[in-house]
């Protein structure tokens, strides 16, 4: 499966933006969904999942309360909504597909990956 990634730009502190994640080339219904982010100097590190049913979901804590996962079957499209964004916040944010029957919080349990998408937010 194919990932592209859009959505990232220039936002101030406080703001919201929507990634999307747009698949193709296999059944988009059959994979998990994650986006995992990488800041400047920093390790890539999970954000959110979703289960194939698009029925179980999870955050990672820093973003709990802030951050929405979504997935659109018929679109073969799976979305982060982000709000209250701030500066830390900054990084490149990929999306990434997994054939695991299980939502997954780790690289290793994603095959595939998008080419990821830089968010950027100022104070």
């Known amino acids: 499966v194919q990932l592209q990634a859009s959505g990232g730009g220039l936002v101030q502190a406080g703001g919201s933006l929507r990634l999307s994640c747009a698949a193709s080339?296999?059944?988009?219904?059959?994979?998990?969904m994650g986006w995992f982010r990488q800041a400047p100097g920093k390790e890539r590190e999970f954000i959110a999942t979703?289960?194939?049913?698009?029925?179980?979901?999870y955050y990672t804590d820093s973003v709990k309360g802030r951050a929405t996962i979504s997935r659109d079957d018929a679109r073969s499209t799976v979305y982060l909504q982000m709000n209250s964004l701030k500066p830390e916040d900054t990084a490149v944010y990929y999306c990434?597909?997994?054939?695991?029957?299980?939502?997954?919080?780790?690289?290793?349990?994603?095959?595939?990956w998008g080419q990821g998408t830089l968010v950027t937010v100022s104070s």
């Open positions: 979703i289960s194939r049913a698009g029925g179980s979901r």
């Open positions: 990434a597909a997994g054939s695991t029957s299980h939502i997954g919080t780790t690289l290793k349990e994603y095959a595939y």
């Open positions: 080339g296999r059944t988009f219904s059959a994979y998990v």
